[in-house]
C-alpha cells in the first residue's frame, strides 16, 4: 500500500493512487525502441505519456487542487499533435506531476469529494472533485493499456493490468451518513456509476473494431475477439451469476476466455453478442445497488490468495480493467485503421453523482 494512504482515505483517493502507480509502471516497461517515434499508426508512446500527464495536471492539480499548472504541460498542450515529443521529458514530467497530485490527495476527505471542482473552458466545467479524480483514473488505465500495446508489440512482458490495486483493493468500505443510508433517489453509489461508464466506454470501442483486429491480424497482441469475450465473461460471472444467482452465459462458460486460460480466437459476432447480453443482465443490479451493499461478500476469487470478495472489491477490479482493456482494444483497432475512440467518453453516470456524502463524516 502507497505509505501515503491514511486509514480513512476515501476509495476514490485509494483508487487514484493505483492508478498513478500502474501508469508509471507501464512508462518505466516501454522498451528503448519504443521511446522514440511511433510504432504503426499508434501515437508514440512519449506523445501517449505526455498526454496523460497534462491531463492529469490539468484534472486534479489545477480544477480540484486550484494550484498553478505545470509548464512543461502547458507547452504540451500548445503543441501540435504531429510535433516529436522527448520520452525522458514526459516521463520526468510525470513523476513530477505526480508527486504533486499524491500531496493534494493528502488531503482528500469525503467532503472534499463533494466540493464542485472550478474547470473554465471545460465541457464539464462545475463538476464534483469526486467525478475529475475518476475521469484520472479511467484516462490513466485507458492510456496504460495503450502503452501496454506498444511495449508487447515490441516484446516486452506484459505486465498484467489492472494490477493488483494494493492501494484500493480490500480496503475497508466506506462508511454511510445517515442521511444518505436510505435515500433511492440519489441513485447507486460513486463507485457503481464508475463501473457502469466503464461497460459504456468498452462497448463504444468494441462497437467499432475494424475487422483485422477482431481477428487477430497482430503477433503478440490477443485477438480482439478475446478481449471482448473475456470481459464478457466476467460480467456475466460479477453481477449476473455471484450477485443476482442466474445461470452462466452457456456460449461464455465454454469460451475458455477466463482468467488464466491460454490465449484463443473466439468469433467476434459472437463475443460481442455475448458482450450485449452479459451487460444487459448486470445492469439492473448496478443501478440498484446501495451504499449498504458494498461491503456484502459475493464470490470467492479464482487467485487464492485474492480470497473472498466483496461487492466494493468486484467494482474497483471491473471499473480498472474495463477502462484498461478499453485502451487496450482501441490502441489495436488503431492499427488496423479504426478511428480514435477518445477515452474515458462522457461518463455520464459519474457526470450525474448528485454527490451526497457516501462516505459519512471525514
Known amino acids: 500500500m502507497n505509505p501515503r494512504t491514511a ?12 492508478a498513478l502507480f500502474e501508469f508509471g509502471r507501464h512508462i518505466e516497461n516501454v522498451p528503448p525502441p519504443g521511446r522514440g517515434g511511433p510504432v504503426g499508426r499508434l501515437s508514440s508512446a512519449a506523445w501517449t505519456a505526455g498526454h496523460a500527464t497534462a491531463a492529469l495536471d490539468k484534472w486534479v492539480n489545477g480544477y480540484c487542487a486550484g494550484g498553478d499548472r505545470d509548464a512543461w504541460c502547458v507547452a504540451f498542450e500548445a503543441q501540435p499533435h504531429s510535433m516529436p515529443v522527448v520520452f525522458l521529458e514526459a516521463q520526468t514530467a510525470f513523476e513530477r506531476v505526480r508527486e504533486r497530485a499524491e500531496r493534494y490527495l493528502d488531503s482528500v476527505d469525503h467532503d472534499a469529494l463533494t466540493a464542485f471542482a472550478t474547470s473554465p473552458g471545460s465541457r464539464f466545467d462545475g463538476q464534483r472533485v469526486g467525478h475529475w479524480l ?93 478481449i471482448v469475450a473475456h470481459i464478457a465473461e466476467q460480467e456475466d460471472q460479477y453481477w449476473s451469476v455471484h450477485a443476482q444467482h442466474l445461470e452462466a452465459d452457456p456460449w461464455l462458460a465454454s469460451a475458455e476466455v477466463r482468467y488464466g486460460d491460454a490465449a484463443s480466437k473466439p468469433t467476434y459476432a459472437e463475443a460481442l453478442a455475448a458482450l450485449r447480453a452479459a451487460l444487459a443482465r448486470g445492469t439492473p443490479y448496478l443501478e440498484g445497488l446501495t451504499p449498504t451493499q458494498l461491503g456484502t461478500v459475493i464470490r470467492r476469487s479464482r487467485i487464492p490468495e485474492r480470497g473472498d470478495q466483496r461487492v466494493q472489491d468486484l467494482l474497483l477490479l471491473q471499473a480498472t480493467h474495463l477502462y484498461a482493456l478499453a485502451g487496450e482494444l482501441a490502441a489495436i483497432s488503431s492499427l488496423a485503421g479504426g478511428e480514435d475512440a477518445d477515452l474515458p467518453r462522457v461518463m455520464r453516470h459519474t457526470l450525474t453523482w448528485p454527490g451526497q456524502r457516501e462516505g459519512g463524516t471525514s
Open 7 to 18: 486509514p480513512s482515505s476515501p476509495i476514490v483517493v485509494r483508487l487514484l493512487r493505483d
Open 134 to 226: 475518476l475521469r484520472a483514473v479511467a484516462h490513466l488505465f485507458a492510456h496504460a493499456g495503450e502503452l501496454s500495446v506498444v511495449s508487447s508489440l515490441l516484446r516486452r512482458a506484459d505486465l498484467g493490468l489492472p494490477g493488483n490495486l494494493p492501494c484500493a483493493y480490500g480496503a475497508p468500505v466506506d462508511g454511510v451518513a445517515p442521511e444518505t443510508r436510505e435515500m433511492p433517489e440519489a441513485g447507486p453509489p460513486l463507485l457503481a456509476r464508475f463501473v457502469l461508464d466503464a461497460r459504456e466506454a468498452f462497448l463504444h470501442v468494441a462497437e467499432h473494431v475494424p475487422v483485422p483486429a477482431q481477428r487477430g491480424a497482430f503477433d503478440r497482441l490477443n485477438a480482439g475477439g478475446w
